[in-house]
């Protein structure tokens, strides 16, 4: 049966676009069409209802989504019958170590494992699975577990929709365990890494609290217990339980046709072994009793945090759009909710509502920072429920109520606009049990909703039961798992195909040249001063439009631009408050906010091209008139306070400080940026003088809507105040790298950090010429581009020394002559495993080896990327004016093609002579010395430790 919806619920210029056809298949497995050809890519996924709520605290669906990447009886092998004999012997050895105790015997039992995994490893075909979805036009390959369902996806071009189908059909039928031995290692490496993160800890803790006993409360990767005795029977069981096709969804969204593509399927997907899954009786989540208190620690000292946790509710619930908008009463985009007032009027630091939902239970909870030093937690609390109770008692205004329907409606709309957003709300939708037409049944309840809904469901859920967090300073002990003593694991036939490979090469495909972005025909392109340029792209599906000042100045350049962007969230005009300005925004649906990044400030306007007009006058008078207020610099101080105790407590932001400091030296971001006592001498007055400094740079502005670009041209030249613009920018902002004429080691010690994050620099040489920076970027798809990489088989599939990984050469802007690019590799591996991977990388760099058999694959992988990347309708124009400021008159990717078209390993090779292998490498490691040999690590190069004051002011 074929079942198609769609809706004119949205406005939608392009109902087409938002129709999905939904089929069940003969074996029951779900299948949603999404056709839209706007772009020249299909996404596709695959969708289980299993996640790791199924298998509580094991992590065997996390663990089962990686294996899935190991290929099956037919792909990835070159002789299962044999393989088979051990890996089965493998797994009744995981099955014996799970049952073991003793440590000694346990080691034995591994050492076992690791022999039979070698000899096992003289059958397979590692990463055979990525190659031939990369060989047939896919790119972003990736899954994900949640506590709900486990999803694989990617992108790949339309005419190889067959390959595609068979591909990932197959990978479901009989999916094999291989190389788990050091697959494991690599979960080891990802808890790691979680742990690391500076909240990581504390949301499993909370988590576990407030979810208790639900097995939400578990952590989705699983227990370091568990992890450690994994049962691949266990595995095996899970997926012949949970991997039937009536409880799964395939979920295609693109540039196809849904009547030639079903044929297809039902030959593929139809394999899919027919069952049901098991059901489980939801576990209810008892009532809070009163106050609950509850203490967790933090490692950021001086700043207080609490949070109050309310029993949310779960996907598909009666009150779901009514309690978003109940919360949105108290946080909502333009910042006029009654927790925005409460920041706004600096009655606290920060305060923000969330509101979650899982298949089975949902979050509802409000986040509590209070003034620096002298509020406290019970001040800071009554303030915020009294706000609370605002909306209980209904103390809001039609007009307000009214706006945040709107805005509601605003962002349904904006999440459909595009492939990607719109298959991700198929892929949860799915998971959650709910249907297309059921979703936009959701989005027409926004319009009956009533005042007396909203209070209603603020009664019920925001109530006197909840969870009261608090944060003390301090850090939680970690699970730090010891080196494995067993040897790689390093497949002889790393370059073969198998027998299932060659039989997909006679499958036809339909030769479809690349799409390259026309600039003449794709955007619509005048000048409306000479130092203003707008660029207009037709919005084809919502009523919606984006229009964004973007200002050719950024953070490197001057770094009060992020203060200011801070800053400017909270002002009004001359002759509007801040609450004026922002109401009126808010009844007109439309919204405006300020963005800085190392290059530009942008000035970003959105709304209903029904209300164009309005909001553009508003925004123009805000930009020409904003009014300094040096009470609200406070609020930036303060938030530069937290950012600055909170960022040692990163090893991330750690070491990419000191890559920072390493390439750049005094013009490291980190270093040129304002000190702490600098901001606290900051008036309102200077920053608004760096706004008149921003308004006088030359400016692209970028419209998408619905509205001929003429007349938003006379609109625009109308309201905003194009005559300021006067500063002409012809090259970029350029920092030019460091040169070294030895290797060097740059450490930190990070006493409490889980893994060591590794990063290896060297400057290149000058790459003005073509063929140079379109070698460069075949060079770094083979080094460390993706999964098919040597970074990332030699590092992390082969020896499960890292989780991350990668390696690139980075070019210079393309207008600029005489400049040299930089490679950069970077790692992040368990503290004991630091010189191991080390050493990997090094041997790399030094000699990398050359596999010209994987040439193919590797163009093959960057075409796909042109093709999957083309932009949607809302990104085409930032696209066309990146490429006319960088010097480009045509879509550069067209002559990288047709130069990579002629290009072979010789030219890689050639390139990483020239610009990589003979350059002194400079290290940057961030890790805790007391797990690392300090002695050995000085053959990398003389060891400088670093201090905070080194790389941070």
């Known amino acids: 049966m074929l079942v198609t919806t769609g809706t004119n619920l949205l406005t939608a210029q392009n109902t087409k676009a938002l129709e999905v056809k939904e089929h069940t298949l003969n074996n029951g497995l779900t299948v949603w069409l999404n056709e839209d050809h706007s772009q020249p890519k299909v996404f596709g996924a695959v969708v289980v209802k299993a996640g790791a709520k199924d298998c509580p605290d094991t992590g065997i669906a996390h663990y089962f989504e990686h294996m899935m990447f190991k290929g099956t009886d037919k792909i990835g092998t070159v002789n299962y019958e044999a393989e088979k004999v051990l890996l ?3 797994v009744m050895k995981y099955d014996e170590l799970a049952r073991t105790k003793d440590e000694a015997a346990r080691a034995g039992i591994q050492k ?9 490893s003289d059958y397979v075909i590692p990463n055979e699975f990525n190659r031939l979805i990369s060989k047939y036009g896919g790119s972003g390959l990736n899954a994900a577990t949640s506590y709900d369902a486990t999803i694989y996806f990617n992108t790949f071009s339309p005419q190889y929709m067959e390959q595609w189908a068979e591909i990932n059909s197959e990978r479901l039928l009989n999916p094999v365990f291989r190389l788990f031995q050091s697959e494991l290692e690599t979960v080891y490496e990802e808890k790691n890494m979680y742990g690391d993160f500076i909240g990581g800890p504390v949301m499993e803790r909370l988590l576990a609290r407030y979810f208790a006993p639900h097995p939400y409360a578990y952590p989705i990767i699983g227990s370091t217990e568990n992890l450690k005795n994994p049962r691949l029977t266990e595995m095996r069981k899970f997926f012949e339980e949970y991997y039937v096709a009536s409880n799964m969804a395939l979920i295609l969204s693109g540039d196809f046709d849904s009547d030639a593509v079903l044929p297809i399927l039902e030959k593929t997907f139809s394999r899919i072994r027919p069952g049901e899954a098991p059901k489980k009786e939801a576990v209810a989540l008892p009532p809070f009793k009163g106050k609950e208190i509850m203490k967790i620690k933090f490692p950021v000292p001086l700043v207080k945090a609490m949070g109050l946790g309310f029993r949310g509710i779960p996907a598909n619930h009666e009150d779901q759009v009514a309690l978003a908008v109940a919360v949105n009463m108290l946080n909502n985009a333009n910042g006029t909710g009654f927790l925005d007032k409460l920041m706004v009027d600096r009655k606290i630091m920060a305060s923000m509502a969330m509101n979650e939902s899982m298949n089975e239970a949902g979050i509802l909870a409000v986040a509590i920072i209070p003034k620096l030093m002298f509020q406290t937690y019970g001040r800071a609390e009554k303030l915020v429920w009294k706000e609370i109770n605002r909306v209980k008692e209904g103390d809001f205004s039609d007009e307000i109520f009214n706006s945040l329907k709107q805005e509601q409606h605003r962002q349904y709309a904006s999440d459909l606009e595009n492939i990607d957003s719109r298959a991700r709300i198929l892929m949860s939708l799915y998971s959650q049990g709910k249907s297309w037409e059921e979703y936009l049944q959701e989005v027409a309840r926004i319009e009956a909703l009533t005042r007396e809904d909203v209070i209603r469901v603020a009664r019920k859920y925001f109530s006197d039961n909840y969870l009261c967090v608090t944060k003390t300073t301090g850090k939680y002990p970690k699970d730090n798992l010891a080196k494995p003593d067993f040897n790689p694991v390093v497949p002889k036939n790393s370059e073969a195909s198998s027998e299932y490979a060659k039989r997909l090469e006679q499958l036809p495909v339909q030769t479809v040249a690349p799409r390259f972005i026309d600039f003449g025909k794709d955007v619509q392109i005048s000048q409306l001063t000479p130092l203003a340029t707008l660029y207009a792209t037709a919005n084809p599906v919502t009523d919606i439009f ?20 801070n800053y400017l969230q909270f002002l009004g005009t001359d002759s509007l408050s801040y609450q004026e300005f922002r109401t009126r925004l808010q009844v007109l649906g439309s919204t405006l906010s300020f963005d800085a990044n190392e290059k530009q400030f942008t000035v970003r306007i959105t709304g209903f091209d029904k209300h164009f007009e309005e909001t553009v006058k508003l925004a123009g008078d805000f930009i020409a008139h904003v009014k300094a207020d040096d009470k609200q610099i406070r609020q930036v101080i303060n938030g530069a306070k937290v950012i600055e105790k909170a960022f040692f407590e990163s090893s991330d932001n750690i070491a990419l400080a000191m890559l920072e400091m390493v390439k750049y030296g005094e013009q490291s971001r980190f270093l040129k940026k304002l000190s702490l006592s600098e901001i606290k001498k900051l008036k309102g007055k200077d920053l608004l003088n760096v706004f008149a400094d921003v308004r006088r740079m030359e400016c692209d502005l970028h419209y998408c809507g619905t509205l001929p670009a003429g007349q938003v041209a006379e609109q625009i030249k109308a309201t905003l105040p194009l005559q300021e613009i006067t500063v002409a920018v012809k090259e970029p902002y350029y920092r030019d790298a460091k040169a070294y004429d030895k290797p060097v080691v740059y450490f930190m010690d990070m006493p409490t950090a ?36 040597l970074m990332f088989q030699e590092i992390r599939e082969f020896r499960s020394l890292a989780y991350r990984v990668n390696g690139r050469y980075l070019l210079p802007p393309h207008q600029l002559s005489g400049k040299a690019g930089e490679f950069v590799t970077m790692l992040s591996t368990q503290s004991d495993k630091t010189l191991d991977a080390m050493e990997v990388m090094k041997s790399l760099i030094c000699e990398m080896p050359e596999k010209p058999e994987r040439i193919e694959t590797i163009k093959q992988s960057i075409i796909n990327q042109v093709n999957n990347d083309f932009p949607s309708f809302r990104e085409l124009s930032e696209k066309v004016a990146y490429f006319r400021r960088s010097g480009f008159d045509r879509d550069p990717n067209e002559a990288l093609l047709a130069d990579l078209s002629e290009m072979d390993m010789q030219d890689i090779v050639r390139f990483y002579r020239h610009n990589v292998r003979l350059k002194p490498v400079v290290y940057v490691i961030v890790g805790n010395s007391s797990r690392i040999d300090m002695k050995k690590l000085a053959e990398y190069g003389e060891v400088i430790r670093l201090r905070k004051k080194d790389i941070y002011k």
């Open 546 to 565: 984006t229009l964004n000042m973007v200002y050719q100045i950024g953070m490197l350049e001057q770094p009060r631009l992020m203060l200011l962007a």
């Open 754 to 789: 889980s893994q060591s994050i590794v990063y290896g620099f060297a400057k290149g040489e000058v790459t003005d010429d073509a063929w140079s920076r379109h070698a460069s970027r075949l060079f770094s798809a083979y080094f460390g581009g993706d999964m098919s990489s």
């Open 112 to 120: 076992e494992i690791n022999e039979l995994s070698i000899r096992s």
């Open 88 to 90: 089965d012997s493998i």
